[in-house]
Every structure is written in C-alpha cells, then in structure tokens.
C-alpha cells in the first residue's frame, strides 16, 4: 500500500449555503483521511468552493451585489460549518484565487499547444442549472428538460472552443474496463460505460465572457472568452498540489500527492470526473486518479429533499441536531445508517434509535461500567488483558481480531458500514462478557481474585480498541473516551493503527467522568 493518501471533495458552489448533502461528501472524505493518518500513512485531503460560472453570476444579481461579494460571504458558512463537523482539510481551495486561475491559463494553454482545443461553433441545447451543453439525443430522452433540477433546457447558439473529447473515448473506455477500480460503485461504472459506447461529441471549453459579467478564468488565447466552468473546476484537483509550477510562492507537492487516490463526489456529478476530467488528462499526458467514487442522495422520510416541501437539511437543521446530540453524532450517523453508494433515508426516529442502541446503551454503557469497576474493585489500575489465546475471552478477541485485520480493506473500499458494524460487533461482545462472567460477584465472592482483573483488563481492552478505531469517525468524543480510560493519546498526527491486542500498557488511572453518550428520552 502507498505510503501517500490524497483524497478530495468535489469543489461546492457558492450559489448558495451548505446543506447535508454537502456535509455528507466532506464528512465521508474526512473519516478515511483520519483513519490512514493514523495508520501513518502521507495524507492530503482537498476540499473548498467552485465560485465561477453563470450560476452564481445569476445568484449575485438577485440580491443585487458582485459574484466576489456573494462569493465571500457564502464561502465563510462552509467554512464555518466545516469547523463545527471536525473537517480536518488540509487545504481549502477558492476558484477565484490567483493561485487557481493562473494555473488553469497555464493547463488550457498546453491544450491548445498540443492541438487538443480548436475554434468551432455551437448550435443545440443547453442545461442553465448544469451549465453543459446536451446532445439532442440526451435532451429528447429527459423531455427537454435538465434530468438533475427538473428545469427546460434553453436553444443556444454560439462560437465557442472545442476540446477534442472523442478523441480520448476510446482509451477511456480501455482504461475503465481494465481498471474495475477506477468507478465506483460498479452500477455507476457499468452507466458511465453504457453512455460512452454511444458516443461522445466534443466539449465546448469556452463562455462568452460579457455573459458572466467577466467572473472566471479568461482564455489565454482569447481574453473575450472565459475557461468553462467544469474545466475550470475540476483542474483545482492539481492546481491546489501547485501543478502546473509556475515559478510562484506555492509548493509544488504534484509529484508527492498525485494521482489522487480518491475523488469523492454525489452521483449527479459522475461524468464530468468520470469522463471530462480523465480526458483531460489523457490529453496532458497526466496519470488518472485510482477511484473517483460517486456515492447516492439523502432522503427526508422517503422524499427527495427540497426546500418548497420543507423537508430540506439546511446547516441551520445540522445545527440543531448537533446541539441536540453531538457533531460527532451527525458524522457517525451519515456514515451508519447507509451503504455508502446508495440513497440515504434521513428520519429523526432512525437518528434516535441507532444514537440509543449503539452508543448510549452500547459503547458508552461498556465505557461507564468499565471504569466503575475498574475504579471500585481495582483501585483504578488497569493490569495486561489475558493473551490472544485465552479460550473464556475467545469471543471478545475474535471480534477484536476481525475490527483490526479487515478495517484496512474496509476503509479502502470505503464500506462505513461494515467498519462500523465490526466496532458495534466488539462492543456487543464486550457487553455480553461481562453478563457473562459477572466480575461484580466476583468482586463480593472473591475480591482479591487474579480472574476478577483479567476479567477487567478484557473489558478495558476492548473499551480502547473500540475507542481508537472510533476516532476517525468521531474526534472528540472518542478522545474523551480514552482520557477517561486512562489512555495517552497524542492527538489525530500520531500512528497508532492498527491496534494490537494487549498493545498497550496502561500508566494512568481511570477517572470517571459525566456520560460519553448520554441517553436520549424515546
């Protein structure tokens, strides 16, 4: 495995504020960049705002004020919100920087110097909402209207600059059917290739730019044209690594990072990464990135979100659930109560139910009673758990064994779920360990017995295992778990995955806290 990890968001407009779907992309970007920082592992995680184009030119004129201007203030809620989640970015990128556009110049450049953009002109539909040209084909099989917002495409004509897509379809194709990898999930894969063995037309690269009031990158070759916005944004990708060097202030870490391992994005975004972007570097000459993962949208109750139904989870809705639970709570629950890849079903009675059973009554139960006994019948002090081979402790070990062995491949995968339900498995069994062996009669019958602190030791063993491999999901209360157990714990840039069974030798007492997760009324 790769000693670099670089993983990405896509890039979100500001046309307006965040909301879950939002939240839900970053979060998940967020959780397996934790997780191999703690493996060791060279991480880069890219995330920030895609603030050119005609949308958030529109957006601006409605309220009366310059795209800058709206831009400015939007992109601070995302950054705030993202603050608030525990996003750990380690950049954030803005189109509108000079380090961005400069490079996307540059990366045009090259493409018309390779001849791979040429002047021609347009004549068919145009999806406003998308801001992408549609084939008549496509445009007849929606009924004419955009199939993401629902809205009539508009008639379009003009000059414009063509990057020479079909040109690169075959190789792509090639590279995808070779690359099983490279789209996931496979559905999405197998849609992204139906799509491409019927043909694909050229990509027109350019905007008048008097239309979007000169908000964007201009053409290097032709400054009354602006950069498309699609090409635009998916070039932040390198141009945030300092790719193309320009000789400027900013690092060049391309060749340390690149190829992105994954680009994270929603499914409605699929073949702009799966199909523009790796075309575009076919035609510069650039690896393609290992996955770019497309996962599904939230649900309100079985209802596509929206604001005119009033079902819509805006940041101030995520607000009011972090208050009410926790931050931590909200990254647990996006990433548990779905199959990442599929269409989510966001319910407050699902949100109760998993915060209940998996962690007020499960890991924070094991957490609590742990400690209690650890501190009345031990003084406090934690001793070595039984080894690996230990038959009575066999079912606790296992599940340990399993959380351990295959979260590697889990993670990589991105299968939250199932990471997530090995954690629950060991707590389970954790749990049931203790009802089983009784270490609280034991304590009354015997309590200087050696079998009252392996018992003990099992328990707390268990408790930090599942406490370490809850980090990525949940920062701040998993490290709180741990200060509470006793643990030291150097913070989110120390290795200390994977966890090893009795790995660990404990030097400070537990101390008993308020409630890690406490209970919500039903």
């Not at 995808?176 to 789209?183: A, G, N, Q, Y």
């Not at 101030?316 to 009410?324: F, L, M, N, V």
């Amino acid at each position: 495995m790769s000693g670099k990890f670089y993983i990405t968001t896509p890039i979100y407009y500001v046309n307006d504020q965040p909301h879950i779907g939002h939240a839900y992309t970053t979060i998940a970007a967020d959780v397996p960049a934790r997780y191999w920082r703690l493996c060791g592992r060279d991480v880069r995680f890219l995330t920030g705002t895609d603030e050119h184009g005609i949308k958030i030119v529109k957006a601006a004129g409605r309220e009366g004020i310059t795209p800058a201007a709206l831009a400015d203030r939007v992109v601070v809620h995302f950054r705030d919100l993202w603050e608030r989640m525990e996003i750990g970015y380690d950049d954030f990128i803005r189109t509108s920087q000079e380090r961005h556009k400069n490079r996307v110049r540059e990366l045009v450049r090259r493409l018309i110097d390779r001849d791979q953009i040429y002047l021609g002109s347009y004549d068919g539909w145009y999806d406003e909402d998308q801001e992408e040209f549609v084939t008549e084909n496509s445009a007849r099989e929606s009924g004419y209207k955009s199939p993401i917002s629902g809205r009539e495409l508009v008639r379009h004509t003009e000059e414009s600059y063509f990057f020479r897509l079909s040109r690169w379809v075959g190789p792509l194709i090639d590279h995808i059917e070779s690359h099983p990898e490279f789209i996931l999930p496979a559905t999405r894969r197998n849609e992204v290739l139906s799509k491409l063995k019927l043909g694909v037309e050229d990509l027109s690269v350019s905007r008048q730019a008097d239309k979007l009031k000169n908000w964007g990158v201009p053409m290097p070759n032709d400054p009354g044209r602006s950069v498309y916005v699609w090409i635009d944004a998916l070039s932040n990708y390198v141009t945030a690594l300092g790719y193309p060097p320009l000789g400027d202030t900013e690092q060049d870490l391309f060749a340390r990072y690149w190829p992105a391992d994954i680009h994270l994005i929603g499914k409605d975004i699929l073949w702009f990464h799966a199909v523009y972007w790796p075309c575009l570097l076919l035609a510069l000459d650039l690896p393609l990135p290992v996955t770019v993962f497309a996962h599904g949208w939230w649900l309100n109750q079985g209802r596509k979100m929206s604001k005119t139904l009033g079902n819509f989870i805006s940041r101030e809705e995520i607000g009011k659930i972090c208050a009410e639970y926790s931050p931590d709570y909200f990254r647990y629950f996006l990433l548990r109560s779905v199959r990442f890849g599929d269409d989510g079903n966001f319910s407050p009675e699902q949100l109760r139910e998993i915060y209940n059973a998996e962690l007020a009554n499960g890991v924070g139960n094991l957490l609590s009673r742990t400690v209690k006994m650890v501190e009345k019948y031990l003084s406090g002090t934690i001793g070595p758990p039984p080894p690996e081979g230990s038959s009575r402790e066999a079912e606790v070990i296992v599940r340990a064994r399993e959380l351990i062995e295959k979260s590697p491949g889990w993670m990589a995968r991105l299968e939250f779920q199932a990471y997530i339900g090995a954690v629950v498995g060991l707590e389970t069994a954790a749990n049931r360990y203790i009802e089983i062996n009784k270490p609280y009669r034991l304590a009354r019958e015997d309590p200087a017995s050696p079998r009252l602190a392996e018992i003990l030791a099992t328990c707390a063993e268990a408790v930090r295992i599942i406490l370490i491999y809850l980090l990525p999901l949940m920062p701040e209360k998993a490290a709180r778990g741990l200060e509470t157990l006793g643990v030291d714990y150097g913070g989110a840039g120390e290795a200390i995955l994977p966890a090893r069974w009795g790995g660990y030798r404990w030097t400070r007492p537990v101390k008993k806290g308020a409630p890690l997760f406490p209970k919500q009324p039903v």
